[in-house]
C-alpha cells in the first residue's frame, strides 16, 4: 500500500508541474523569423490588478493593448505619454500563420 502511495503522489506531482509550467509562458516552439528593438509611447495603463498597457509602435504605427500581469506593484513608475525601447518578435508557427510578440513588455512595463 505504502508503494501505490508513493507511486501516486509522484504521478500526482508531475501533473501539478505540468499544470504550473501552463501557467506560465512556456518555450514556444514557433521560429524567429525577426526580432527589433522597436520604440513604444504609452497611450494608457490600467492598473494594478490584470494590468494592461495601451501602447503606439512608433516604428510602424500600430497600437497594441497589451496584458502585462495579474498585478504589477511597480506600475506608478510607468508615465503616460513616455517612449520606451521593447523587442518586437516576429514569429512563424508549423501552420505558416506569423505572429507578433513582445517578449520583454512585463520586464519593461512592470519593473522590479
Do not use: W
Request: hydrophobic letters at 35%; charged letters at 25%.
Amino acid at each position: 500500500m505504502k508503494i501505490l502511495k508513493k507511486q501516486f503522489l509522484a504521478v500526482g506531482g508531475l501533473v501539478m508541474m505540468g499544470l504550473l509550467s501552463a501557467c506560465g509562458e512556456a518555450p514556444s516552439n514557433d521560429k524567429l523569423i525577426s526580432s527589433e528593438v522597436h520604440q513604444v509611447q504609452v497611450l494608457s495603463i490600467n492598473p494594478p490588478k490584470r494590468y494592461y498597457v495601451k501602447f503606439l509602435d512608433l516604428n510602424n504605427g500600430i497600437v497594441v493593448n497589451k496584458h502585462i500581469a495579474k498585478r504589477c506593484s511597480s506600475y506608478r513608475r510607468i508615465s503616460v505619454n513616455q517612449v520606451y525601447d521593447l523587442t518586437v518578435e516576429i514569429r512563424e508557427n508549423s501552420k505558416g500563420e506569423q505572429r507578433v510578440t513582445y517578449p520583454d513588455a512585463r520586464k519593461v512595463f512592470c519593473p522590479k
